[in-house]
């Protein structure tokens, strides 16, 4: 083996991804959201390149405020109200009797409200709250039950079974076979274990069938109902539409803030001395490459939205539950494109539709195997197929996985194992059949 240093010249051939390429992938990627913010960072380090937004005009302060303040009139008085919601603390303190609550005691509830989590139960060590208010344990334990006697029922309990029981004693005060199986058999009643208990408290299954059916109707997380966020509204980046002559698949640019050259600003500077004419040259070609990546960007995904649509037309006439099968890579395929670009080109993007407003990653599924030669449908099919199996079942005898996948292969000739049966009915929030069962 020669170990012998040298130097060698040899000529290779790579790929090179330089900052303009870059720069396109990242924008292909980016939603109507983030590109508007990266153009408004652009404009900041760009003198050349001006965003203005379409969708914003300025007040004119002589003719609109007359104007606002007649709209304004006309309206209800109540749409005037900021719509600020309330914390938790406003909300519980709110239902107590100020009035004839010691303030020693207000303190503790107070720091007791802050020791719940999202789901409204207790987490705190009432020992410790005690020690640090420099309070008596029994205060606190005081404190507690006024807290658990709030709306919604259930608030402040330590667990699920406290929670459980709280809500009974409220909704089902008469029902003591309830009380009886929540506080002494709640581990095997939730695991469905009914026989050993209806045995040793002499009751029938039908009984226990009935205490249960009752227990789904309670709330197990109760400070969701506190918890209040503000709306979430989706802007869809590109439209859907039938006419006459077909589909029409439409860019919404609305919210995209229109890109311009700051030709005078060019002009000014560009004769300045060489430094400054290399700076400014720079910035041009920045300029057009990212009015070039933008250009690239709306091409692609339109492509790639109208290729979804020629695939998807069932979808888009009829509904969800017509998804066919498709793949990423069948489309960049069709495209002659990459797979990556598909995947960047449909991120963190919607298409408003006849039918609803959806993901564009939502329109791409697994294959599934028919039993109709070259035929195969797709993962959303097969869910809703198991969805209407399961429905139809009968609840005394629940079918399992293995007869589900039976089914499916000779009805609708859908061929899924059961593991994929398995699998499918979880993503659905559907239990098991042995849950599932019913005994009335």
């Known amino acids: ?8 010249q040899q000529q290779t051939l790579k790929l090179m991804m330089t900052q303009e390429l870059t720069q396109a992938i ?14 408004e960072n652009k404009a900041l380090e760009n003198p050349l390149l001006q965003i203005e937004h379409v969708n914003v005009r300025p007040m004119n302060p002589l003719i609109d405020r007359n104007r606002r303040k007649h709209e304004k009139t006309e309206k209800d008085w109540i749409e005037q109200i900021a719509d600020r919601p309330f914390s938790w603390e406003e909300q519980l303190i709110s239902q107590l009797n100020l009035k004839k609550l010691p303030a020693e005691q207000l303190k503790v509830i107070r720091h007791l409200i802050n020791n719940l989590d999202e789901n409204g139960y207790f987490n705190g060590d009432l020992n410790e709250i005690a020690r640090n208010l420099k309070v008596p344990v029994e205060l606190a334990e005081d404190g507690l039950a006024v807290l658990q006697t709030l709306e919604p029922v259930g608030i402040g309990a330590r667990n699920l079974q406290e929670c459980l029981l709280i809500q009974i004693d409220y909704e089902l005060p008469d029902n003591d076979l309830a009380k009886k199986i929540v506080t002494d058999y709640f581990v095997p009643f939730a695991e469905k274990k009914w026989r050993r208990i209806a045995k040793e408290l002499q009751v029938t299954l039908k009984d226990i069938q009935e205490i249960f059916d009752q227990i789904q109707l309670l709330n197990p997380k109760p400070g969701a109902i506190l918890g209040r966020e503000a709306a979430a509204y989706i802007i869809p980046d590109v439209i859907v539409e039938q006419s006459d002559e077909g589909w029409i698949v439409r860019m919404f640019d609305d919210l995209i803030p229109k890109i311009s050259f700051n030709e005078s600003y060019f002009n000014r500077f560009k004769d300045k001395d060489r430094q400054v004419s290399r700076f400014l040259q720079e ?12 250009e690239q960007r709306r091409e692609t995904l339109t492509k790639v939205v ?7 037309s069932a979808f888009f006439q009829k509904g969800p539950q017509f998804l066919a099968p498709m793949t990423m890579k069948e ?12 995947s960047r080109a449909v991120r963190e993007k919607y298409v408003q539709t006849p039918v609803g407003t959806f993901t564009l990653k939502s329109f791409f599924t697994s294959t599934i195997q028919t039993t ?3 035929e195969t449908t797709s993962s959303t099919q097969v869910k809703n197929a198991i969805r209407k199996l399961i429905e139809m079942e009968n609840k005394q005898k629940p079918l399992s996985d293995q007869e589900i996948a039976e089914q499916l ?3 609708e000739g859908m061929v899924v194992s059961r593991r994929t049966i398995a699998k499918y009915r979880d993503q659905l929030g559907i239990p098991s059949s042995t849950k599932r069962k019913r005994f009335n």
């Open 1 to 8: 083996m020669n170990l012998k240093a040298g130097l060698w």
């Open 26 to 39: 990242a924008l292909l990627q980016y939603s109507a959201q983030e590109l508007t913010a990266f153009l």
């Open 283 to 294: 910035k041009v070609q920045d300029y057009q490459w990212i009015i070039k990546s933008i």
């Open 306 to 312: 109208t290729k979804i649509v020629e695939r998807q």
């Open 331 to 342: 489309i960049a395929a069709e495209l002659d494109i990459h797979e990556s670009t598909v």
């Open 372 to 374: 109709a030669g070259d």
């Open 409 to 411: 292969k000779a009805m």
